[in-house]
């Protein structure tokens, strides 16, 4: 299946920024939201963020979302260990008329 | 506290079939779109499909369109997915997922998931 594209790793260590990017197409997150979530092992998936840049209630301000032409970025700041997990973004896609998730990026806090 | 309680999966031969079921409590089901996440075995996300409020619309992904059909009953608070000529790579934990707003129809912002239900395609 089609997948937005996303580095299948990221690490950091306590405390550091990363950033996790996500690519796609003028047909999905070139003309649509971006959502991000967080799957911790064994759980269900987690939203962190929705419309590109906004945090649902609950979310720290460590996490933060943006998006550029047909390209987002998840940021999270502060690094602490329980943000070890995977990643994942979302788009609409118009042309398939459904939703496109990104292959996901396993996050090592080291 | 809003449940999402997905039943139905199991171990089905290629070209079988399975009707999951996801019923839900604690919200007014008919106000919410609903969609299915799967996940294969140590594998991402993968969007399958999504029903509108109403039941009128749906969408599937093209892995799955002309084999899975979603649904769903207000009156019971349930979304279903009926998966026919199932193949080994539909094999994968399905989960049910509720928009977290009530206004859209087209949702990928998903604030409740249900546990996931396993659904095993071998011979």
């Known amino acids: 299946h089609s997948v937005l594209a996303q580095p299948p790793s990221a690490s950091g260590t306590p405390g550091q920024r990363i950033t996790i990017s996500c690519s796609g197409s003028t047909s999905n997150i070139g003309s649509n939201y971006v959502y991000w979530y967080q799957q911790l092992p064994g759980m269900a998936p987690k939203i962190l963020i929705y419309?590109?840049?906004q945090r649902p209630s609950g979310v720290p301000d460590r996490f933060s979302g943006s998006k550029s032409g047909t390209s987002a970025s998840l940021a999270i700041s502060g690094l602490r260990s329980e943000d070890e997990a995977d990643y994942y973004c979302?788009?609409?896609?118009?042309?398939?008329?459904?939703?496109?998730f990104g292959g996901g990026t396993k996050l090592t806090v080291l | 506290e809003v449940q999402l309680l997905e039943s139905g999966g199991g171990l089905v031969q290629p070209g079988g079939s399975l009707r999951l079921s996801c019923a839900a409590s604690?919200?007014?089901?008919?106000?919410?779109?609903m969609s299915w996440v799967r996940q294969a075995p140590g594998k991402g996300l993968e969007w399958v499909s999504g029903i509108s409020r109403s039941g009128d619309t749906t969408f599937y992904a093209d892995s799955v369109e002309g084999r899975f059909t979603i649904s769903r009953d207000n009156s019971k608070n349930t979304v279903f997915l009926q998966m026919n000529s199932l193949r080994a790579e539909d094999t994968a934990t399905y989960y049910c997922?509720?928009?977290?707003?009530?206004?859209?129809?087209?949702?990928?912002?998903?604030?409740?998931w249900g546990q996931g239900t396993l659904a095993t395609v071998s011979s």
């Open positions: 979302v788009a609409w896609d118009d042309t398939l008329n459904g939703g496109i």
């Open positions: 997922a509720k928009c977290e707003v009530g206004t859209v129809d087209i949702c990928l912002r998903f604030d409740y």
């Open positions: 604690a919200f007014t089901f008919s106000t919410y779109a």
């Open positions: 419309q590109n840049n």
